[in-house]
């Protein structure tokens, strides 16, 4: 992944920059909703189990598309927004769930929080967080 240095996370100025970038993001406070489940195709016997959305999604994709435009604003290169899929993921498994419609399950998303996933030890550690403001 661009800016990392083996397991010693990120560099500095990345994570910097990537904190500039977070700070300007514009994007009013909306409310998310998952009203779908089910597994996403991925290696044999590993498959993500996840919710996901259809308009219920759309504040995610205005908070993506702005936060990917502040990153190249301060010189990073996020992959592109056309392979973005809000979900949510809740596990892995096995076997593999056909997608099927469930109850919504949504919230108010009130806040950008900037977070360090741990290669391959399901830890993570926060680095950030900026209300959302627009």
Not at 19 to 45: L, Q
Request: one cysteine or more; glycine letters at 8%; proline letters at 7%.
């Amino acid at each position: 992944m661009y800016g990392f240095r083996g397991d010693e996370g990120p560099a500095p100025l990345l994570v910097e920059k990537a904190k500039v970038a977070a700070a300007n993001v514009v994007v009013p406070p909306f409310r998310v909703a998952f009203n779908r489940a089910g597994s996403f195709a991925n290696k044999k016997d590993d498959y993500p189990f996840v919710l996901m959305g259809e308009d219920g999604v759309v504040g995610l994709l205005m908070l993506y598309r702005s936060l990917c435009m502040e990153l190249r604003r301060v010189g990073l290169r996020p992959k592109a927004s056309s392979n973005f899929t809000p979900h949510v993921t809740l596990f892995y498994d096995r076997r593999r769930i056909d997608e099927q419609a469930i109850e919504p399950i949504y919230w108010i998303v009130r806040k950008l929080i900037l977070v360090l996933s741990l290669r391959g030890r399901t830890e993570y550690v926060s680095l950030g967080e900026w209300p959302l403001r627009g």
